[in-house]
């Protein structure tokens, strides 16, 4: 790729989160625990895939449940960054925050993972490699086998002998 001076980040403005974010992406940091009882043990980093789950209370209206429930709120999420959160006083004077999880989202998964950490517990669940090129909706399914054949636009499942 050729250097352009739109490509170039500058080392007095900062934005380097930005500059590496694709268009229609938000960088959005979820807390995280600091033995890695969240992150898969630890072994998640940067440029991971993920799945992102959430653990709440089990509560069905009438007052019946007490358990704990476990969904997959999105899938297949890209990480940018694990480590610490810098936050800023009022002074103006930075400090680390905790750990955090900074993971490459929609505006919409954005609202729905912001949502999730008010109402529960975020987990992150780390892609096998074989399966992170799959689309967000996509399940791997191992027992389908064959050959997708599109004729005229209409896509057909074969099977191999």
Known sequence: EPIRRERLIRADGGGFMSAILPAGKRAVAISIDTRGSSTAGGFILPNDRVDVLRTHRNDDGAGQGEGHITEILLRNI????????????????????????????????????????????????????????????????????????????????????
Do not use: C, W
């Open 78 to 161: 890209r990480v940018l960054a694990i480590g610490k959160n810098v936050q800023t006083d009022g002074q103006g004077n930075s400090y680390v925050d905790g750990e955090t999880a900074t993971l490459e989202l929609t505006p919409a998964q954005a609202e729905t993972i912001t949502l999730a950490q008010r109402t529960g517990h975020v987990s992150l669940a780390l892609r096998s490699l074989a399966d992170a090129e799959l689309g967000e909706d996509e399940e791997m399914n191992h027992d389908r086998r064959g050959l997708t054949v599109v004729r005229f636009g209409i896509p057909r499942q074969t099977a191999t002998p």
